[in-house]
C-alpha cells in the first residue's frame, strides 16, 4: 500500500504529512484509515504533546478525492465515505493533544475541513482556503457548514459557502480563522514553532483546556464557570502543578511529565 499519511516524531511532536503529492494530497478511504489509526496510536503515545498536519508538494490539500467519489454507484456508498471521514476528523478535533495545520498553496473542501479540525492553524501568505463544493453542485459534508461559521462571522461563513468562492490567508487571518501567517515556505517551520510552544506545557492541563474551550462554548456561562472552577481543582493535585510552581520560583521552564 502507497503511504498517503508521513508521520514523523519530531521531539514531543507528530507531523501528520498527507503525502500523494501528484493527486495534491486528495482526501480518499486510503487516507482516511491512515489518518484514524495514526490518530489511534499517538492518542496514548506519551512522548507526542502535539500534533502538526500539514501536506507535501504544492498543496495542503484539494480536498475529497473526486475520482473516488465519482466511482460511488448508490447514495450509500457517499454516505459511507462521509461517515468515515467525519469520524476520521473528529477524532482530530477531540484528540487530547493541541494540533496546528500548516496550510500552504490551497486547502480546499475536505482539505479545509481537516484544518478546521485542528485547534490552531498556519497559512503561508497568498494560500488560498474555501470549500468549493456548492459549485459541484453539493455542500461540505465533513464538519464545514458546522466548524466554520463556529470560528468565523456566520455571514462570511455564509458567502465562503453558498458562493464557493475562496479567501485568501491575510483575510483568514484577519477574520482569526488563520492563528499565524507565515511566509512561503515557512508554513511547516512556523507550525512546528507553534507545537514546540504548546508541547512545553503541563500534558494533563493541555488537555484539560481544550475540553474547557470545547463544550464550555456549548454551555450557559454559569454551567461552563462551574465546570472550570472543577477541572482546574482537579489540576491542583497533580504533581504537574506542583513542578509548575517550583519551576516558577526557581525561574526555570517546568519539566512536566503527565502526573
Keep these: 500500500m502507497d503511504t498517503v499519511l508521513r508521520v514523523e516524531l519530531r521531539d514531543r511532536i507528530a507531523v501528520l504529512t498527507l503525502d500523494s503529492p501528484e493527486r495534491l494530497n486528495?482526501?480518499?478511504?486510503?487516507?482516511?484509515?491512515?489518518?484514524?489509526l495514526a490518530l489511534n496510536e499517538l492518542r496514548d503515545n506519551d512522548d507526542v504533546r502535539a500534533l502538526v498536519v500539514a501536506g507535501a508538494g504544492r498543496a495542503f490539500s484539494a480536498g475529497a478525492d473526486i475520482g473516488e467519489i465519482e466511482s460511488f454507484t448508490a447514495p450509500r456508498q457517499f454516505h459511507s465515505f462521509v461517515q468515515r471521514l467525519t469520524d476520521a476528523y473528529t477524532l482530530l478535533e477531540d484528540f487530547p493533544k493541541p494540533s496546528v495545520a500548516a496550510v500552504h498553496g490551497f486547502a480546499f473542501g475536505g482539505g479545509l475541513?481537516?484544518?478546521?479540525?485542528?485547534d490552531l492553524r498556519v497559512a503561508e501568505r497568498g494560500a488560498r482556503l474555501g470549500l468549493p463544493e456548492m459549485?459541484?453542485?453539493?455542500?461540505?459534508?465533513?464538519?464545514?457548514?458546522?466548524?466554520?461559521?463556529?470560528?468565523?462571522?456566520?455571514?462570511?461563513?455564509k458567502q465562503m459557502i453558498l458562493t464557493g468562492e475562496p479567501i485568501d490567508a491575510e483575510r483568514a487571518h484577519a477574520l482569526g480563522l488563520v492563528n499565524e501567517l507565515a511566509e512561503p515556505g515557512e508554513a511547516l517551520a512556523v507550525a512546528e514553532a507553534l507545537a514546540?510552544?504548546?508541547?512545553?506545557?503541563?500534558?494533563?492541563?493541555?488537555?484539560?483546556?481544550?475540553?474547557?474551550?470545547?463544550?464550555?462554548?456549548g454551555m450557559d456561562l454559569e454551567a461552563a464557570i462551574s465546570y472550570e472552577r472543577e477541572t482546574v481543582s482537579v489540576l491542583f493535585s497533580t504533581e504537574d502543578r506542583v513542578e509548575g510552581l517550583k519551576?516558577?520560583?526557581d525561574r526555570r521552564p517546568g519539566e512536566f511529565r503527565g502526573i
Design 247 to 249: 519551576a516558577f520560583r
Design 26 to 36: 486528495a482526501i480518499g478511504s486510503e487516507t482516511v484509515d491512515r489518518l484514524t
Design 135 to 157: 459549485k459541484l453542485g453539493v455542500l461540505p459534508g465533513a464538519g464545514g457548514t458546522q466548524r466554520l461559521p463556529r470560528l468565523i462571522p456566520p455571514a462570511i461563513a
Design 196 to 217: 514546540t510552544a504548546l508541547a512545553a506545557g503541563a500534558p494533563l492541563a493541555l488537555a484539560a483546556g481544550k475540553r474547557l474551550i470545547d463544550y464550555g462554548l
Design 113 to 118: 475541513e481537516l484544518a478546521l479540525a485542528c
